[in-house]
Structure formats: C-alpha cells, structure tokens
C-alpha cells in the first residue's frame, strides 16, 4: 500500500521552518511520520494537490503536519482492511488525546477526536485540490474508524501557584496522533516521545521485553528502569541515566543526569547538569550545573540554565543562565500568538521558543507563551557589569555599585546609611 503526505503550506513561527522540519523525537517531522508508515510496510509518496494522487484504488492521504506512531498506522489499516468505504481515523478521547491536542478545532464533548489520516477507496479522485478542498472532500465522505490508545497515566509530583492541583499526569500509550502547526505542539508532542521510542525499541525485540516480565516486573516501569545507549558514549561513573535514548558519542560529565530524555548524537552533558522530558538535537552542549525540564532543543546549541521548562530553542541558539523563559501562568491560561492572533492554549504551564541563531545573554526574562524571532541578539547593558574594581577598598567602608564600578557610598550617596549595616 502507498501513502500520499499532501503539503498544506505550513510554517512553524518563529522559525519559518516547513512543517515537516519540526523537531519531533529527535527528527524532523517527516522523517517521523515517514518511519511510522515504513514501519507498518506503507511506502511513502509526496503530493502538492489532489492531482498527484491516483484517480483510483487503495491508498491512504493525510497532510503532511501529521504525526503518528507507528501502532496508529498499523491499528488503522487493520482496522479498515475489510471496509469498502472511505476511513478517518478517530481515536476515543482520553488523557493522551487531550495532552498532545491542538488548541484548534477540538471539542471537549466529543467522544473520539479525529484526525486527517484517510484510506481512500474509489473511482473518482477530483483533480486540482489544494490541501483545505481536498480535506473537505474527504470529511464529507469519509466514515471515521475510532481506536481506543487506553492510556496508562504517570503521576507527577508538582509544586506551582495558581489552580489548586499538585500532580500532573503523563499519559502512556503509543496509540498517538497529533496535528503539528505551533511551538507549542512541538513542546506537548515530546513530552510524552522518548517513552514511545523505547517502547518501540523494545516491540522490535520481544525476547527482552518477555525476560522482563518473566522477572516480574510492571511492564509499565520498563521505560523507567531501561535506557538505549549508542555507540562510542562516555558516561561518568557518577553520571546516571535512566528510561532514556543516547545517540552515539554522547558525552556525560561528573553528577550529570539524563532521566526520560532523547538526546543526540555528539552531545556534551556539563558537570551537575539534568534533563527530564527533553529531547536534545545532536551537537548540543551544556554549560556546568545547568537544569531542564519539558524542553526541546534543535541541534548544534549552547544552553544554560539554573531552571528552563517546557520551552523551544531553535538552531545553534546560545543561552545562559541570565536569561528566563517563566512556565507558569497565574491568573489566567498561557497564551501564544499564531499569524499575529493571540490564542488561548489552555495551559497552565508553557515556556517560551527561541527562534534560530539566537543569542540570549543577559538578563531577560520572557512571559510564558513568547516566542523570540530568528538571529534576536541581546546583550548586557554596559551598567550593569562591574567593569573597575578600586584598587584597594577601605576596611569597614561600605561600598556600592555605580555605574559600572564599586565605588564608597558615601561619595554616591551622601548621608545614606545602609539599614543592612548596624552602628
């Protein structure tokens, strides 16, 4: 059987990036999808409309900001092998459709959410459509076909202001779809990615994943226990890693951690540094002591950070630890920007996204839900370094930064008398 991915047009803000070079699991997100159908025996094509697709037969359409895995290819053409009609896939409405849903078009109340994946059977394919009219097209005709992802949930400890919750949940299935058009799809979709990818590491070699459970262990804490080691990596003795993905030559420094991560190949981890739910592009490195959570990192970066979560840094982008991307909405839900139009997302934790080549090296601090554009550079006003230090400092003077130097408070502020100092 052949597939067709229709290209819609879609660019991911702020990068400008096609939608097929989102960063989804370590890849780009047509190399994704393209590994899920291969892996189900789907051979791939390309369309740019309704007239590159065959005027008859049996095949399957979907868009090309279409993620899936590759049990939601094989469950779908399993599921429909013997309809005689056009099929969409639905999937019935659980924790794992709601955490990696599109602020658009969804519906709480619906039963199943559906998605643009069709097994087109017929004789008349109208020529000439672009992705939107075929898409009507095949709404109109089209009779969804509903799997069921029966998630397991994962319970995490969490600790914010703001609605009165204290854990969040982890749904764990590797039944997923997701459409794929903002930042912020990118951020949810890898959230939950590097527990997929080992579970299908593990279906590809059954003999392990019984040896397992004849130990009696929960399947479900295999992701956690296990981890997938590429070739050429150096890993401290004092480093740990745990229900994570190493491409080859990684590199993990002194105390350095790696917890349900993908990370690259040719990444450098700093001493004291730690990942949780991240996904790391190959060529990324780390300055010391540096802490993530939730992020998404393009290939060939610098990052530091005390703290960065559920955040998007593009290519090659350098951040210290100067520089703030706040999660954590209060009153109300994060909100982004898409084509110029504020949207609501829903969420109560989003960080922010940085374009490519950006440089972030001050002190800035970004609201949840911004996004930086491309090649931004910001640096540090000059006052606000120390630049001269006084060659010797009176003992038992107090001193106070000005302009650029540390000077004796007296000489900047006549008659103050600091409260922190006692008679």
């Given at each position: 059987?052949?597939?067709?991915l229709?290209k819609t047009?879609?660019l991911?803000?702020?990068?400008?990036?096609?939608?097929?070079?989102?960063?989804?699991?370590?890849?780009?997100?047509?190399?994704?999808?393209?590994?899920?159908?291969?892996?189900?025996?789907?051979?791939?094509?390309?369309?740019?409309?309704s007239?590159?697709?065959?005027l008859?037969?049996?095949y399957?359409?979907?868009?090309?900001?279409?993620?899936?895995?590759?049990?939601?290819?094989?469950?779908?053409?399993?599921a429909?092998?013997?309809?005689?009609?056009?099929?969409?896939l639905?999937?019935?409405?659980s924790?794992?459709?709601?955490?990696?849903?599109?602020?658009?078009?969804?519906?709480?109340?619906?039963?199943?959410?559906?998605?643009?994946?069709?097994?087109?059977?017929?004789?008349?394919?109208?020529?000439?459509?672009?992705?939107?009219?075929?898409?009507?097209?095949?709404?109109?005709?089209?009779?969804?076909?509903?799997?069921?992802?029966?998630?397991?949930?994962?319970?995490?400890?969490?600790?914010?202001?703001?609605?009165?919750?204290?854990?969040r949940?982890?749904p764990?299935?590797?039944?997923?779809?997701?459409?794929v058009?903002h930042?912020?799809h990118?951020?949810?979709?890898?959230?939950?990615?590097?527990?997929?990818?080992?579970?299908?590491?593990?279906?590809?070699?059954?003999?392990?994943?019984?040896s397992?459970r004849?130990?009696?262990r929960?399947?479900?804490?295999?992701a956690?226990?296990?981890?997938?080691?590429?070739?050429?990596?150096?890993?401290h003795?004092?480093?740990?890693?745990?229900?994570?993905?190493l491409?080859?030559?990684?590199?993990?420094?002194?105390?350095?951690?790696v917890?349900?991560?993908?990370?690259?190949?040719?990444?450098?981890?700093a001493?004291?540094?730690?990942?949780?739910?991240?996904v790391?592009?190959?060529?990324?490195?780390t300055?010391n002591?540096?802490?993530?959570?939730g992020?998404?990192?393009?290939?060939?970066?610098t990052?530091?950070?005390?703290?960065?979560?559920?955040?998007?840094?593009?290519?090659?982008?350098?951040?210290?630890s100067?520089?703030?991307?706040?999660d954590?909405?209060?009153?109300?839900?994060?909100?982004?920007?898409q084509?110029?139009?504020?949207?609501?997302?829903?969420?109560?934790?989003?960080?922010?996204?940085?374009?490519?080549?950006?440089?972030?090296?001050?002190?800035?601090?970004?609201?949840?839900?911004?996004?930086?554009?491309?090649?931004?550079?910001i640096?540090m006003r000059?006052?606000?370094?120390?630049v001269k230090?006084p060659q010797?400092?009176?003992?038992l003077?107090?001193?106070?930064?000005h302009?650029?130097?540390?000077?004796?408070?007296?000489?900047?502020l006549?008659?103050?008398?600091?409260?922190?100092?006692?008679?």
């Amino acid at each position: 059987m052949k597939a067709y991915l229709v290209k819609t047009g879609t660019l991911i803000e702020p990068f400008g990036d096609d939608v097929g070079q989102a960063f989804i699991g370590g890849q780009g997100l047509a190399e994704a999808t393209g590994s899920a159908l291969r892996g189900a025996d789907v051979e791939i094509e390309f369309a740019d409309s309704s007239s590159d697709l065959p005027l008859s037969g049996d095949y399957l359409i979907l868009p090309d900001s279409l993620f899936l895995t590759r049990r939601g290819v094989r469950e779908f053409l399993g599921a429909t092998a013997g309809s005689r009609e056009i099929s969409r896939l639905a999937l019935l409405r659980s924790a794992a459709t709601d955490y990696a849903a599109s602020w658009q078009g969804t519906n709480e109340k619906d039963e199943a959410v559906t998605y643009d994946l069709y097994r087109f059977r017929g004789t008349q394919m109208p020529r000439d459509l672009s992705w939107p009219e075929l898409k009507s097209f095949l709404t109109a005709r089209a009779h969804p076909l509903t799997l069921d992802p029966t998630p397991q949930m994962e319970h995490l400890p969490q600790s914010r202001p703001g609605p009165s919750w204290t854990t969040r949940e982890l749904p764990r299935t590797t039944l997923l779809a997701a459409e794929v058009h903002h930042w912020t799809h990118i951020v949810w979709l890898n959230h939950l990615l590097p527990w997929v990818r080992l579970e299908e590491h593990w279906e590809d070699r059954p003999g392990l994943k019984r040896s397992l459970r004849s130990r009696g262990r929960n399947p479900y804490r295999r992701a956690i226990r296990r981890s997938v080691i590429g070739q050429g990596c150096d890993i401290h003795p004092t480093a740990h890693v745990e229900g994570s993905i190493l491409g080859d030559k990684v590199k993990l420094g002194p105390f350095s951690s790696v917890r349900d991560s993908i990370i690259g190949a040719g990444v450098e981890i700093a001493d004291l540094t730690k990942f949780k739910r991240c996904v790391v592009g190959e060529g990324c490195h780390t300055l010391n002591d540096s802490y993530f959570i939730g992020c998404t990192f393009y290939p060939g970066s610098t990052l530091a950070s005390f703290m960065l979560r559920n955040s998007v840094l593009g290519r090659r982008v350098f951040i210290t630890s100067g520089v703030m991307f706040w999660d954590e909405a209060i009153e109300e839900p994060v909100k982004v920007k898409q084509a110029g139009e504020e949207i609501d997302t829903g969420r109560w934790l989003l960080g922010g996204c940085a374009g490519h080549e950006c440089v972030l090296g001050t002190r800035a601090i970004f609201l949840p839900g911004r996004a930086v554009p491309n090649r931004t550079m910001i640096v540090m006003r000059p006052e606000e370094g120390v630049v001269k230090l006084p060659q010797s400092a009176e003992k038992l003077v107090p001193h106070v930064y000005h302009q650029g130097r540390i000077r004796k408070i007296a000489d900047v502020l006549p008659g103050y008398e600091p409260q922190e100092i006692e008679p």
